[in-house]
T-cell receptor, first 114, second 114 residues
Framework: DQQVKQNSPSLSVQEGRISILNCDYTNSMFDYFLWYKKYPAEGPTFLISISSIKDKNEDGRFTVFLNKSAKHLSLHIVPSQPGDSAVYFCAALRGLNAGNMLTFGGGTRLMVKP | NAGVTQTPKFQVLKTGQSMTLQCAQDMNHNSMYWYRQDPGMGLRLIYYSASEGTTDKGEVPNGYNVSRLNKREFSLRLESAAPSQTSVYFC?????????????FGDGTRLSIL
């Protein structure tokens, strides 16, 4: 059973608008969350992270929100750009000294239309 | 500035054949990881090495072996390939196993087993 789920396999938005990618988790022991971005034929690259003691973390156009009670996090991209078109993976870490063993969601393909 | 280098990029095997996937990093990282990516499943951890000389099982280790040859290199071996091992394999590294050290990924090896 997947402990980290991204229920939307794909998302299409217009350039300049907001992209919202969602992620749900079931394991309450997760206490650190990351988003990775992946282009075709390349490996994932780290985008942004958030600790469970926070509810928001912002880095430029990217903001991650965490709702612990709902076991839900989301990635907001504002404004969306065509270069943001990629697959986005949500990942979770259980324990801050867990050897960095990540549990990934299945990914959401974002398409930003010019 | 190579980062994480994986070889080969593509490989086709017959059932029962053996194969070693190579991974090398030039960032002086202590921790290295092997993942497999299957459609809709995200990335799943096969094995990891927290530091030179140590290896541990991840979520899906069956059918695989690993060797941490030195600090730079971490190889993944399939002793008797099975069609269920058809996947894209990613190697990653991080400075330490600490949670705030994001993993850096190679570009993957696409493996098909007939």
């Amino acid at each position: 059973d997947q402990q980290v789920k991204q229920n939307s396999p794909s998302l299409s938005v217009q350039e300049g608008r907001i992209s919202i990618l969602n992620c749900d988790y079931t394991n309450s022991m997760f206490d650190y969350f990351l988003w990775y971005k992946k282009y075709p034929a390349e490996g994932p690259t780290f985008l942004i992270s958030i600790s469970s003691i926070k509810d928001k973390n912002e880095d430029g156009r990217f903001t991650v929100f965490l709702n612990k009670s709902a076991k839900h996090l989301s990635l907001h991209i504002v404004p969306s750009q065509p270069g943001d078109s990629a697959v986005y993976f949500c990942a979770a870490l259980r324990g801050l000294n867990a050897g960095n063993m990540l549990t990934f969601g299945g990914g959401t393909r974002l398409m930003v239309k010019p | 500035n190579a980062g994480v280098t994986q070889t080969p990029k593509f490989q086709v095997l017959k059932t029962g054949q053996s194969m070693t996937l190579q991974c090398a990093q030039d960032m002086n990282h202590n921790s290295m990881y092997w993942y497999r990516q299957d459609p809709g499943m995200g990335l799943r951890l096969i094995y990891y090495s927290a530091s030179e000389g140590t290896t541990d099982k991840g979520e899906v280790p069956n059918g695989y072996n690993v060797s941490r040859l030195n600090k730079r290199e971490f190889s993944l071996r399939l002793e008797s390939a099975a069609p269920s091992q058809t996947s894209v394999y990613f190697c990653a590294s991080s400075a330490t196993g600490h949670y705030n050290q994001p993993q850096h990924f190679g570009d993957g090896t696409r493996l098909s087993i007939l």
